[in-house]
């Protein structure tokens, strides 16, 4: 990708890397922009004014601007365009302007990713230079003040989410867990207490709050909830979360008309905790029951399990019969979206980079820096994130229609 770093000439001494090399992508970079500007103008013939002439025509040259490649640094001047069109709205004159050579960017957004990202891997910003020096180009507007301001705007990004509006959106499932992405949060015990949602519309994911808290405590999630609630969250039809009883009592006095699903990932890390040593027909037992056919198969399943192993391991076989219907809840959602709602393995996901990338961070400057650069990596990722399987299905959850083992039922007995 290519990025603008600053105007005027450039040293390219010391580098072990052609003269021709520079050249072509100096070409690439050109004829890219002229292709972009004839289509631009192209389109755009029919303009005319009154005496018959284009509103839209070349006007030479910019001033010649260096821009960091793969390469490294090249020189390159960008095509300008006389554009007379006025925009009926603003009254103002329109403009060209290309999204490979903006005229008002400095650094590609790759470039803002690196960064970050050097610094969530725990590279002090005084290294930055050092670092980079022994890539092509690669110190270019790099300093320590560039990830202070980066630092600074997180913050910002992340108070700006805290009070976003969220009465446009409908949140027909949501997941709910406590992550630990080791980062100096504010107390001993703490950790980043999430909620990721999925949009009624489209079946997007998305990421819906995000802050610090005690994870076993009702109080924390509380609040989060009562916030969400605040900036228009309705009651999502299903939650999923993991075994905290503060995250269910906080869940159905914040959003009673919900139903509970407990995550089947961290009921088996339980079930397994109980048991003296490995017991794979266990494992093999529960993996049946949550992967069964439909709601009377895993109950038969759950059942032949108590019958098997109650006696020898009656601790760990009551973690599964205790909480038999929060177990099973997903049996009456759609069968598309069963993978999804068996675990909170969507937040796991999301939050796998950010564990990795915080791992041997140092010098967190306080909560809100902490829990802004965790922040950060999570909504860098979200655009990539799977829409949930069978997308189109999640309109008729929250309109009311009613599964029977993943099918739907037919549209008399929806209405009746």
């Not at 003269?19 to 289509?39: C, D, F, H």
């Not at 793969?70 to 069109?85: F, L, S, W, Y």
Request: with cysteine; charged share 25%; proline share 5%.
């Amino acid at each position: 990708m290519l990025s603008v770093v600053t105007d005027g000439d450039s040293t390219q001494s010391g580098s072990p890397i052609d003269e021709s090399v520079w050249e072509g992508a100096r070409r690439l970079l050109a004829a890219a922009l002229e292709a972009k500007v004839n289509q631009y103008i192209a389109e755009l013939t029919a303009d005319i004014d009154d005496h018959g002439r284009h509103l839209v025509v070349r006007n030479g040259h910019h001033k010649a601007t260096t821009v960091v490649t793969a390469a490294g640094p090249v020189e390159v001047k960008a095509p300008r365009v006389n554009d007379r069109r006025v925009d009926d709205a603003t009254g103002e004159r329109e403009r060209f302007s290309s999204r490979i050579l903006a005229p008002w960017c400095r650094k590609s957004r790759r470039i803002y990713e690196v960064l970050p990202l050097l610094y969530l891997h725990g590279l002090p910003p005084g290294d930055f230079v050092p670092t980079l020096e022994q890539f092509p180009g690669g110190t270019a507007s790099l300093s320590p003040a560039t990830v202070t301001r980066l630092t600074k705007q997180w913050s910002e990004d992340h108070a700006a989410f805290r009070t976003r509006d969220l009465s446009d959106r409908d949140f027909v499932y949501v997941w709910a867990d406590g992550v630990h992405p080791q980062v100096r949060l504010g107390q001993a015990h703490s950790c980043v207490l999430v909620l990721l949602g999925v949009l009624r519309l489209d079946g997007t994911k998305e990421l819906i709050a995000l802050a610090e808290g005690l994870r076993e405590s009702t109080e924390p999630w509380a609040d989060l909830l009562r916030d969400c609630r605040r900036h228009g969250v309705r009651d999502p039809e299903l939650s999923i979360g993991d075994d905290v009883m503060g995250l269910w009592r906080a869940l159905a006095e914040v959003f009673p008309a919900m139903r509970p699903q407990r995550c089947w990932v961290h009921r088996s890390r339980n079930v397994t905790n109980c048991l003296p040593k490995a017991q794979p027909g266990v494992t093999k037992a529960m993996q049946e029951s949550y992967n069964a056919e439909s709601r009377t198969h895993a109950e038969k399943a759950i059942e032949a399990s108590a019958k098997t192993y109650g006696a020898k391991f009656s601790k760990a076989v009551a973690k599964i019969t205790e909480d038999w219907d929060q177990l099973l809840a997903f049996y009456d959602f759609p069968a598309e979206h069963w993978i999804h709602l068996r675990t909170t393995n969507p937040i796991e996901s999301a939050f796998s980079t950010v564990k990795l990338r915080t791992k041997v961070i140092r010098g967190a400057e306080g909560l809100a820096a902490a829990l802004a650069m965790v922040f950060e990596r999570v909504g860098s990722g979200q655009a990539r994130w799977r829409a949930i399987t069978g997308a189109h299905l999640v309109l008729l959850v929250r309109a009311g229609a009613r599964f029977e083992n993943g099918i739907l039922v037919e549209r008399s007995e929806v209405a009746a």
